[in-house]
């Protein structure tokens, strides 16, 4: 843990101590874009960051989002296209309200693709392409 992150107080060492850590990895890039588009967006600080990998640390439990460099990671194209990148995975994020949180995210480098299949939902793109959904 960072001394940034032992000062904001936001873990205990109880918690680091644990040994049932999971997480999601994503690939990108561009880890430090990628890293600190999900830090600012869902307010997780950066736990470790580097050239190869950082670590987001969601501030309970012993769940992480970290993001991997992959120099040759192709973007997954959405909606999804027969013979083009996938995407393998997506986020979901509850918000409070959908319109501003998704204003939000497109001020802070995300995409809003024209194609949405629901009305309480968006979808859209971080700026590795990954597809991830804001709902209410």
Same mark, same amino acid.
């Given at each position: 843990? &960072?001394?940034?992150?032992?000062?904001? !107080?936001?873990?205990?060492?109880?918690?680091?101590?644990?040994?049932?850590?999971? !997480?999601?990895?994503?690939?990108?890039?561009?880890?430090?874009?990628?890293?600190?588009?999900?830090?600012?967006?869902?307010?997780?600080? /950066?736990?470790?960051?580097? @050239?190869?990998?950082?670590?987001?640390?969601?501030?309970?439990?012993?769940?992480?989002?970290?993001?991997?460099?992959?120099?040759?990671?192709?973007?997954?194209?959405? +909606?999804?296209?027969? !013979?083009?990148?996938?995407?393998?995975?997506?986020?979901?994020?509850?918000? &409070?309200?959908? @319109?501003?949180? &998704?204003?939000?995210?497109?001020?802070?480098?995300?995409?809003? +693709?024209?194609?949405?299949?629901?009305?309480?939902?968006?979808?859209?793109?971080? +700026? @590795?392409?990954? +597809?991830?959904?804001?709902? /209410?």
């Amino acid at each position: 843990m &960072t001394d940034d992150a032992k000062a904001r !107080g936001s873990v205990s060492a109880q918690r680091w101590n644990r040994k049932d850590w999971w !997480g999601v990895v994503l690939d990108t890039d561009d880890v430090e874009k990628l890293a600190r588009f999900y830090s600012e967006l869902r307010g997780w600080p /950066i736990w470790k960051m580097d @050239a190869e990998d950082a670590a987001l640390d969601l501030g309970e439990g012993v769940a992480y989002l970290s993001v991997q460099r992959n120099p040759d990671y192709v973007r997954p194209v959405w +909606p999804a296209k027969e !013979g083009a990148q996938q995407m393998m995975l997506h986020l979901d994020f509850q918000v &409070t309200d959908l @319109a501003a949180e &998704t204003a939000r995210a497109v001020a802070l480098g995300a995409e809003l +693709p024209e194609h949405q299949p629901q009305v309480d939902v968006r979808v859209l793109l971080d +700026p @590795a392409g990954h +597809p991830f959904c804001l709902y /209410i």
